[in-house]
């Protein structure tokens, strides 16, 4: 594939659109790289893509709009074709397998369960306690990222092929597994474009 015909594609749905539009351009720049960000609003547009990013938002609301707009199963064909996808919180949520819910328990919620892993929704709590924290993720440095949680998943439990890439007072809050890669915290909302570019260098790999 050329660089110059990269096209990344940040699902449209509800949620941090515009964020990870904005990093993902800056992480191009800093690749020095060409390419477009493309809004995934419906099946046409996954087609016109090389990665997917699935960002922060409300699951539940997303879940059921993947549903009726027919992709929930195009995405999971999209990923399992080896094509890169990066979830951020609510994007964590929406890919694993299995979600709880401390209120309700388990949820019935509609997920893409692409990944091994069983998350537990709104784990540090709500909007209230947001909060930022320095993270190691040795895959991106030395240099320590800046973690913002807004009412962010946990990986309470993972498969053998998922790979936990980043803990928080000993709980997992990024994991890899091939070509998806998931946060718990919102790598959006920070200048730090390391994560998209590690994202963009999968995508061109
Ligand atoms: N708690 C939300 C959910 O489960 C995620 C919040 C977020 O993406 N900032 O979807």
């Known amino acids: ?9 940040v699902l449209a749905l509800q949620g941090a659109i515009e964020e990870h539009v904005s990093m993902t351009k800056l992480a191009f720049k800093s690749l020095k790289l060409e390419g ?24 539940t609301v997303m879940g059921r709009l993947l549903e009726t707009s027919g992709l929930l199963s195009a995405i999971k064909k999209f990923a ?17 397998k299995e979600v709880y819910d401390r209120v309700v328990g388990k949820t019935s919620q509609p997920t893409l369960k692409l ?25 991106l440095g030395e240099k320590k990222f800046k973690g913002v949680f807004i009412r962010s998943p946990v990986v309470q439990s993972l498969g053998d092929n ?3 890439i980043c803990y928080l007072n000993g709980r997992i809050v990024a ?8 946060t718990s915290f919102h790598p959006e909302l920070t ?3 390391r994560l998209h570019e590690f994202f963009l260098k999968k995508v061109t790999k």
């Open 115 to 139: 990944m091994d892993i069983t998350v537990e929704r709104n784990a540090f709590g709500r909007q209230g306690e947001s909060f930022e924290e320095d993270l190691e993720i040795q895959l």
């Open 80 to 96: 399992n074709e080896s094509k890169p996808v990066l979830g951020t919180c609510s994007g964590m949520v929406l890919l694993a």
């Open 36 to 59: 477009e960000v493309l809004w995934v609003k419906n099946l046409e547009h996954l087609e016109e893509i090389q990665g997917l990013i699935i960002p922060g938002g409300e699951s």
């Open 162 to 164: 998922v790979k936990p």
């Open 191 to 193: 200048d730090d474009t």
């Open 1 to 9: 594939m050329s660089n110059s015909n990269m096209r990344i594609g």
């Open 175 to 182: 994991v890899q597994q091939q070509n998806i890669l998931a």
